[in-house]
């Protein structure tokens, strides 16, 4: 079957997000900055920003770029903990995907900003997901 007639299908970003989440919160610091009210930092946020859909000759799957936001109230070499250890939690992780394969998971690069009374830092991370289904 190709690509054009088996897409992923949309649940495959909601299980990657909740297994990111689920991986981050089992560190006990990181479970807090996801808990944190959204207008107090420190904060963490999880993004998916960008699914392509990928296909070889015998694989149906999908590129995924996923964005982890730590925001911060104070400088940024108070985010430098944290930032370590979301990339130690995902670099590489094996997260569990119901009718998918999670064949690969890496950081990509990091960008961080200062902003009025605070500063924040981009954690991007690429992802790709293969269907268990192989048609």
């Not at 299908?9 to 989440?21: I, M, S, W, Y």
């Not at 991986?23 to 963490?44: C, F, K, N, T």
Request: charge should be negative; aromatic fraction near 4%; hydrophobic fraction near 40%.
């Amino acid at each position: 079957m190709s690509l054009a007639q088996n897409p992923t299908p949309k649940h495959v970003h909601t299980q990657l997000l909740g297994a990111v989440r689920k991986q981050l919160a089992s560190d006990a610091m990181l479970a807090g900055l996801l808990l944190a009210d959204e207008h107090q930092p420190p904060r963490l946020s999880v993004s998916l920003l960008e699914t392509r859909p990928w296909a070889s000759a015998t694989f149906n799957g999908a590129h995924h770029h996923l964005e982890m936001a730590l925001h911060n109230d104070g400088p940024l070499q108070q985010s430098a903990p944290a930032t370590d250890r979301i990339i130690s939690a995902l670099h590489d992780a094996d997260l569990m995907l119901n009718g998918y394969a999670l064949i690969d998971f890496q950081f990509a690069g990091a960008e961080t900003k200062l902003d009025d009374g605070g500063s924040s830092c981009r954690l991007h991370f690429d992802a790709l997901t293969l269907s268990d289904d192989v048609g």
